[in-house]
């Protein structure tokens, strides 16, 4: 009895040291990484009516709409920083976008990410370290802001969101179209400024409050 007690207690303890180890994120200085420029993309919308009137062509087309966003952090004056595009010098999002019909939440985000932050789109250079899903956000209606839960009038949302936690390597090169910055914006900017960076980027901190962020000096 006494050896089966210590193999369950040590098996506990291995347990609970892989989650703690699952709820760290390593993070490194943004010196680290190489950034470059390549070609512009085209945008899809110019207006917020051009989005809208795209969105209604593809739900009545192909139903929900699935988007997966990464949360990416680096280091900059030991404080963590959150990696953003800034689109036409005016608003603010995380690296992501829409799923095709049929892709997975992992395969689309790689994509996505590839497309926007690497100089192959192929995504044969990079290596994306996706994680777990941090969190998920709805639009029930095509006007209407989105919420972190899905109202429970709402029977036929119109998108889905979802934010996934993207763990970087020591060091990666980053290559960004030409009409797009990468910018590096410290958490507590980001905390609750809604006003800014709209309130699924400003809710970012929160959902990472679960998670240890560990600094590395290199």
Known sequence: MGDLHMGVEAEAINDSSSDNHSKRVDIYPLSCYYFGSKEAIVFKDETLSDRINRMKSNYAAYGLRTSVEAVILVELFKHPHLLLL????????LPGG?????????????????????????????????????GMWWRHDFETLM????????????????????????????????????????????HENHKT???IISGVPQLLSKFTINIVDI
């Open 147 to 190: 919420y972190p839960y899905l109202p429970s009038n709402a029977k036929k949302p119109k998108e889905c969101t979802k934010l996934f936690l993207v763990r970087l390597p020591e060091s990666q090169k980053f290559i960004v179209p030409k009409n797009l910055k990468l910018l590096a914006v410290p958490l507590r900017q980001v």
């Open 86 to 93: 800034q689109v036409r010098n005016s608003f603010f999002k």
């Open 197 to 199: 960076y709209g309130p």
């Open 98 to 134: 829409r799923l095709r019909p049929g892709e997975s939440d992992i395969d689309g985000l790689n994509r996505k990410l590839s497309r926007k932050l690497s100089a192959s789109e192929d995504g044969n250079e990079t290596e994306w370290q996706v994680g777990e899903c941090l």
